[in-house]
Nanobody, 125 residues
Framework: QVQLVESGGGLVQAGGSLRLSCAASGRTFSRSTMGWFRQAPGKEREFVVRISWIGGNTYYADSVKGRFTISRDNAKSTVYLQMNSLKPEDTAVYYC??????????????????WGQGTQVTVSS
């Protein structure tokens, strides 16, 4: 089992940047596909991005492509989400997630097995 703890959220002006971190505990991190989802008030949880366990295969939602970058450091059991050119519509609670299931998961929350508690990102206009 893997436990996930997100950090790095906060308040930023539109056009600014934030980097989220997700620290994992558990032996299976290095074999886990990791990802980020987000949920805005009154909306469904939305896929943002995922990265394969060796880091070479990434999949981004169209809404963040070119602005967000996911990366991972298996030695540190940490996955990162660099968010640039932030927009007010990026405001949400961001959740780290992961799974050891194969084949590689897609954009459905049900594809993932474990979740962090979330970190709030607020982008002011």
């Amino acid at each position: 089992q893997v436990q996930l703890v997100e950090s790095g959220g906060g308040l930023v002006q539109a056009g600014g940047s934030l980097r989220l971190s997700c620290a994992a505990s558990g032996r299976t991190f290095s074999r886990s596909t990791m990802g980020w989802f987000r949920q805005a008030p009154g909306k469904e949880r939305e896929f943002v991005v995922r990265i394969s366990w060796i880091g070479g295969n990434t999949y981004y939602a169209d809404s963040v492509k070119g602005r967000f970058t996911i990366s991972r450091d298996n030695a540190k059991s940490t996955v990162y989400l660099q968010m640039n050119s932030l927009k007010p519509e990026d405001t949400a609670v961001y959740y780290c997630t992961g799974t050891t299931r194969t084949p590689l998961p897609g954009a459905r929350a049900s594809d993932y097995e474990y979740w962090g508690q979330g970190t709030q990102v607020t982008v002011s206009s």
